[in-house]
């Protein structure tokens, strides 16, 4: 006997979805029958790359999937944006904060615009979306947040993400005891090394050295983060809240 996981009729937030480990996240829930509204903030290139996905995912099956603009570091800009979901779909059943910044430096050199910038996106944004996203939110629903292996080692050069996935992990257990009346999960993944366009930034002999450190000696894939979320949302995950997986291939430092 099969076990499948259908979110057909469940309506999926997900932040940061315009590429990376975003944009699969959109496809995964996607994929398992759920609609799926792709926040973008709206800078570069973003509203067409989350455009580009939505299209294909309405293509497959209409209606779909939408796109939808705000900055999660601006709480006014949130929540519109969760009014606005309210109106259009009626509200949410899972809420998947993945919208993040990196501006790597040492701690003496970093600048402070780049400490609160990454901690506005990191944490405050995370904050933002729970807060707002919880009064649109059906009970029985789940959070999933991305954390970080960088909260759990401490990479050299990244106080500021460190700090605020860090925050992230504190807050998921918190939401964990505080939504548990309303059968609401809050949960986090922390990725390590994922294949994606941030991750092609890391310089060869930096990568070289991580992998010496991964057990299974690679780095992961989007799809292997979003089939863990999946998972956390649903009712496979029942009992599962207020906790931090790993997914890392089994790098402990």
């Known amino acids: ?13 997900i932040t940061g979805a315009s590429q990376g480990i975003g944009a699969q996240l959109a496809r995964t829930f996607h994929r398992a029958g759920a609609t799926v509204i792709l926040n973008h903030p709206d800078i570069g290139t973003t509203r ?10 309405n293509a497959a099956r209409p209606n779909s999937a939408d796109i939808i603009a705000a900055d999660v ?4 800009a949130v929540q519109r944006m969760m009014q606005t979901i309210r109106q259009q779909y009626g509200g949410i059943d899972f809420l998947i904060n993945n919208a993040a910044i990196i501006r790597d430096h040492t701690v003496a050199k970093m600048s402070l615009e780049e400490w609160h910038s990454v901690l506005e996106v990191n944490l405050s944004g995370v904050f933002h979306c729970c807060k707002y996203g919880l009064e649109i939110m059906n009970d029985g629903g789940a ?19 460190a700090a605020a996935k860090s925050g992230v992990q504190a807050l998921m257990r918190v939401l964990g005891r505080e939504c548990a009346r309303r059968g609401i999960r ?16 890391i310089p060869e002999e930096i990568r070289a050295e991580m992998l010496k450190n991964i057990p ?28 931090t997986i790993e997914v890392n291939g089994g790098w402990r430092g």
């Open 216 to 243: 299974m000696k690679r780095f992961g894939e989007p799809f292997e983060i979003a089939h863990v979320a999946l998972f956390l949302c649903s009712p496979l995950a029942s009992y599962v809240t207020g906790q």
């Open 186 to 201: 809050a949960n986090v993944i922390a990725p390590g090394v994922i294949n994606t366009a941030m991750a092609a930034t």
């Open 73 to 76: 570091a601006n709480a006014e």
């Open 48 to 57: 067409d790359d989350a455009d580009q996905v939505a299209r294909v995912l």
């Open 143 to 161: 959070i999933v947040s991305l954390g970080s292996i960088a909260a759990i080692l401490g990479f050299f050069g990244q106080a500021n993400y």
């Open 1 to 13: 006997m099969s076990i499948a996981i259908d979110m057909t009729d469940k309506v999926a937030l």
